[in-house]
């Protein structure tokens, strides 16, 4: 099984920044798309960005220019540096892995959830 860790939410006044860190661990062979999603009350959970395992990044058009995802192959690891914040930013924010590891049915592909984080934009 795979887990996942997440980090890095808070309260930030708009204009503000936060970086967000997901880190996996378990019985991973390999990472191929690791993402970042959100969901604020009352709406539906949406794609922020999504990175690559050759570093090809895509974003929301909500946040581009404002967020940027990287991630640390060695260390399982994606992150989201997220500047120049806004209100309507305000959410629970979740990583997703796409992962070949060892799970419920043996090796193979599987895809996981980090908890949640919450990130609060606020004055």
């Known amino acids: 099984q795979v887990q996942l860790v997440e980090s890095g939410g808070g309260l930030v006044q708009p204009g503000g920044s936060l970086r967000l860190s997901c880190a996996a661990s378990g019985s991973i062979f390999s990472i191929n798309v690791m993402g970042w999603y959100r969901q604020a009350p009352g709406k539906q959970r949406e794609l922020v960005a999504v990175i690559f395992s050759d570093g090809f990044t895509k974003y929301a058009d909500s946040v581009k220019g404002r967020f940027t995802s990287s991630r640390d192959n060695a260390k399982n690891t994606v992150y989201l540096q997220m500047n120049s914040l806004k209100p309507e930013d305000t959410a629970v924010y979740y990583c997703?892995?796409?992962?070949?590891?060892?799970?419920?049915?043996?090796?193979?592909?599987?895809?996981?959830w980090g908890q949640g984080t919450q990130v609060t934009v606020s004055s």
């Open positions: 997703n892995v796409n992962t070949y590891s060892f799970g419920s049915t043996g090796w193979g592909q599987y895809d996981y």
